[in-house]
């Protein structure tokens, strides 16, 4: 596809349909950037750093003009210093990362990156959605992490399967943020890098 068009830098299947909701043809090509970080960085830095890298690694990939969307979901919790709670590796991890969010208002951010294909601008921004999370008893999430729904999800749980109910409230952002995407933000970068949204809405 050389002709202009939308490119997902993502596998995610939630991150697809949410922008297949806005109305938006596109195609698919996962990016293989290193997801590692140095330091402690802030949340929304992560967010940005990764789907910035994720977007160029793609936009090298592709002839313009193409313009190709970033995205990567980080899960937070405040402390002292910020924790970062990435896509748990195993099932330990997973039941790990459930201990630490339970009764937590914790941050789930997602940062969001457009690169067009032969440029070097990247317009990039971050989300950020507070999460209150109910007290999670060891046998809910031994049953949850049987279950395998936290497997690919950033903190280990989708508020948008069954984990939805041991959340009690969302602040600040949408709930498509907390999903991996909010869609307002990718509509207002992909306009703002010049991206012609109408023709791809007529397809």
């Known amino acids: 596809m050389t002709d202009g068009g939308l490119v997902l830098a993502s596998?995610?299947?939630?991150?697809?349909?949410?922008?297949?909701?806005?109305?938006?043809?596109?195609?698919?090509?996962?990016?293989?950037?290193?997801e590692s970080l140095a330091g402690?960085?802030?949340?929304?830095?992560?967010?940005?750093?990764?789907?910035?890298?994720?977007?160029?690694?793609?936009?090298?990939?592709?002839?313009?003009?193409?313009?190709?969307?970033?995205?990567?979901?980080?899960?937070?919790?405040?402390?002292?210093?910020?924790?970062?709670?990435?896509?748990?590796?195993?099932?330990?991890?997973?039941r790990a990362m459930l201990v630490q969010l339970s009764d937590t208002r914790h941050a789930v951010v997602t940062g969001v990156s457009v690169v067009r294909a032969g440029a070097r601008d990247a317009w990039t921004d971050a989300e950020t959605t507070w999460v209150r999370m109910r007290t999670i008893t060891p046998a809910e999430i031994d049953a949850y992490v049987a279950s395998g729904e936290w497997r690919d999800k950033a903190?280990?749980?989708?508020?948008?399967?069954?984990?939805?109910?041991?959340?009690?409230?969302?602040?600040?952002?949408?709930?498509?943020?907390?999903?991996g995407l909010p869609v307002a933000l990718v509509l207002r970068l992909l306009e703002c890098a010049g991206a012609p949204l109408a023709r791809w809405r007529e397809r």
């Open 40 to 94: 402690r960085p802030h949340p929304a830095s992560a967010a940005r750093e990764l789907a910035e890298r994720k977007a160029r690694a793609v936009a090298a990939r592709w002839e313009p003009p193409t313009w190709v969307l970033g995205a990567d979901t980080v899960v937070a919790v405040p402390g002292d210093d910020w924790t970062l709670l990435g896509k748990p590796r195993s099932e330990d991890e997973a």
């Open 11 to 34: 596998a995610s299947p939630r991150r697809r349909e949410l922008l297949a909701a806005a109305g938006l043809a596109f195609v698919v090509d996962p990016s293989d950037a290193d």
């Open 155 to 179: 903190g280990g749980y989708a508020i948008q399967e069954t984990a939805d109910r041991f959340v009690v409230g969302l602040e600040g952002g949408g709930f498509d943020n907390v999903v």
